[in-house]
């Protein structure tokens, strides 16, 4: 399916679903993402043992499930090195996905949001097939096309367990006829993903460390290294936009306080591809130090730079500051 990379304003990317408002990775956070305006919900992929691709922040699910409420599953608990840290807990590649079912979700951080934590042990855990329909199902409903911005998770890992992503990523997309963007960390499944789909792909870009297969591969380039002008114009040449961190669009001093923007923006429009970034939330803990109490200003300065999407955990807030932004034009 060939799909035109175009937008006249700025899209709205459901971080994890309306992860400010109900657990994050939920297809009742999804759902409420698209019912507050969302352009498009962002679930992150992992894998289980039978191949079933599910939405889970980190295949390490202890922080994000009821798992260790689940006696029969104690025999499971581990500890692994993924990516290079070491993870003690529960691993989605060591379950089924009939084992995965009988689990629930939980508030993530608990202690910032003790409201999303009435919604604890109801939802249970999507597979990426279920988060297909239920969109098809609203768009259809409210006659308005959602979109789909999956990230693929560990693809290295689990890679080498034997239980590659992508493949079964590009099989459940085939044919459904809904904006998609898919989305890396890492460089070489970008590459391999951008041979065999036009579906548009995103690098995304830390503001610290380096792609986990550029580790791996001896490669001794950094994150740093994709944004030179030199770097946008290869990753020009897979993706067609970058997903970054704020602070590579407009860095802080050491107290927390935004300064002037980088040309980030300009150099990589310079090098035709769109420029989304990540994490906008209304907790004064993520809001720069000049912002804090005062959310909806950080969205005015990130659109006012010419960003082309955003990732939001409260999307309602960023439809509203989208259309205030456009009604200024």
């Given amino acids: 399916m060939i799909q035109t990379f175009t937008s006249q304003s700025p899209i709205i990317i459901a ?6 408002y109900r657990p994050e990775h939920t297809l009742a956070g999804y759902e409420l993402a698209i019912d507050l305006g969302a352009d498009y919900i962002e679930p992150d992929l992992v894998m289980t043992k039978d191949g079933i691709l599910i939405a889970r922040h980190e295949n390490e699910i202890s922080e994000t499930t009821d798992i260790a409420n689940h006696p029969e599953f104690a025999y ?3 500890r692994k090195i993924i990516d290079g840290e070491i993870k003690i807990g529960w691993f989605t590649e060591d379950l089924t996905i009939a ?13 910032l949001r003790p409201q999303n934590t009435v919604y604890d042990n109801i939802f249970t855990i999507p597979t990426f097939a ?38 079964a990523l590009l099989w459940n997309l085939q044919g459904i006829n809904l904006p998609v963007f898919i989305q890396s960390f890492e460089v070489s499944n970008l590459k391999e ?4 789909t036009d579906l548009p792909l995103v690098q995304l870009i830390n503001d610290l460390g380096k792609p986990y297969d550029f580790i791996i591969n001896h490669d001794s380039r950094t994150y740093q290294d994709l944004l030179t002008q030199k770097g946008l114009r290869e990753i020009a040449e897979y993706a067609q936009a970058i997903g970054v961190h704020k602070n590579l669009l407009i860095p802080s001093d050491s107290h927390g306080k ?43 300065i990130f659109l006012n730079l010419g960003v082309n999407g ?13 259309y205030c932004y456009l009604n200024k034009k």
């Fill in 258 to 300: 935004l300064l002037s923007p980088t040309s980030l923006i300009i150099d990589a429009h310079a090098a035709n591809l769109q420029v989304h970034t990540w994490t906008f939330r209304n907790e004064d803990v993520f809001l720069p130090l000049d912002l804090q109490g005062n959310p909806q200003r950080e969205y005015e």
């Fill in 130 to 167: 279920e988060i297909i329909d239920l969109v098809k199902h609203k768009s259809q409903k409210i006659a308005r096309n959602i979109g789909i911005y999956p990230e693929t998770k560990h693809p290295s890992y689990f890679q080498v367990l034997g239980l590659p992503l992508e493949e």
């Fill in 76 to 78: 499971l608990k581990t």
């Fill in 310 to 322: 955003v990732f939001s955990d409260y999307p309602d807030l960023a439809v509203k500051q989208k």
């Fill in 15 to 20: 971080h994890r679903g309306a992860s400010g």
């Fill in 99 to 111: 084992q995965i079912k009988t689990l629930t979700a939980k508030e993530r951080i608990p202690e």
């Fill in 193 to 196: 993903l951008s041979q065999k």
